[in-house]
């Protein structure tokens, strides 16, 4: 356990549906960032926060995904209109900018998301 | 663009010695990490080189070389617990992290 919770674990949901992830960082990060894993692949990044802002977001994430981290703390990742080719293990990683080039990601134990 | 290249599959015995190798091309460099990652599983972080040389963390190292674009790990005493896929990743100059596809590692007695 590293200390990230990402709720829920698990998703079913139909085609046109929209979900909504959220992910609890490791209380002291500043950073929190957001990944997708299809299988037999890496983590693809998606977008990521430092404190509430949000500083960089891929090419990937369509029109249909939005991330906030309103407070600063947790993390919530949205997704509208889901489609069968959204199914994916969807990952969240925090760390600390405190240890400068250390900066070490460490990951929550993922929300799979089946889109049927 | 960017690319991470490491093999898809290796296979060893148990107590021997593998070595997965980590070749990369990408816009900007700020570290390299390992993540050991079970089927199902989150990846858990092994390793983190960001100068050139050979970096030792009991049973795993990891070495960089950062003007071939290479990296390593290597595992010794392999354990059957330790069958799980390895994933490269360079730290790029967003801080974001690029992973290669992993390499899925058997372990057989």
């Known amino acids: 356990d590293t200390g990230v919770s990402q709720d829920p674990r698990h998703k079913i949901t139909k085609r046109g549906q929209n979900v909504t992830f959220r992910c609890d960082p490791i209380s002291e990060h500043n950073r929190l960032y957001w990944y997708r894993q299809t299988l037999g692949q890496g983590p693809e990044f998606l977008t990521y926060?430092?404190?509430?802002?949000?500083?960089?977001k891929s090419r990937l994430l369509s029109d249909r995904f939005s991330a906030e981290r309103p407070k600063g703390s947790f993390s919530t990742l949205e997704i509208q209109r889901t489609e069968q080719g959204d199914s994916a293990m969807y990952l969240c990683?925090?760390?600390?900018?405190?240890?400068?080039?250390?900066?070490?990601?460490?990951f929550g134990p993922g929300t799979r998301l089946l889109v049927l | 663009g960017q690319n991470i290249d490491q093999p898809t599959e290796m296979t060893a015995t148990e107590g021997a010695i593998v070595q997965i190798n980590c070749t990369y091309q990408t816009s900007g460099f700020n570290g390299l990490f390992w993540y050991q990652q079970h089927a199902g599983e989150a990846p858990t972080f092994l390793s983190y080189n960001v100068l050139d040389g050979l970096e030792e963390k009991g049973r795993f190292s990891s070495f960089l070389s950062r003007s071939k674009g290479y990296s390593y790990l290597l595992l010794k005493e392999l354990q059957m617990k330790d069958s799980a896929s390895y994933l490269c990743a360079v730290r790029d100059n967003t801080d974001k992290l690029i992973f290669g596809t992993g390499t899925r590692l058997q372990v057989f007695p």
């Open positions: 926060f430092q404190n509430e802002a949000q500083l960089e």
């Open positions: 990683a925090s760390s600390s900018t405190q240890l400068g080039n250390q900066e070490t990601q460490y």
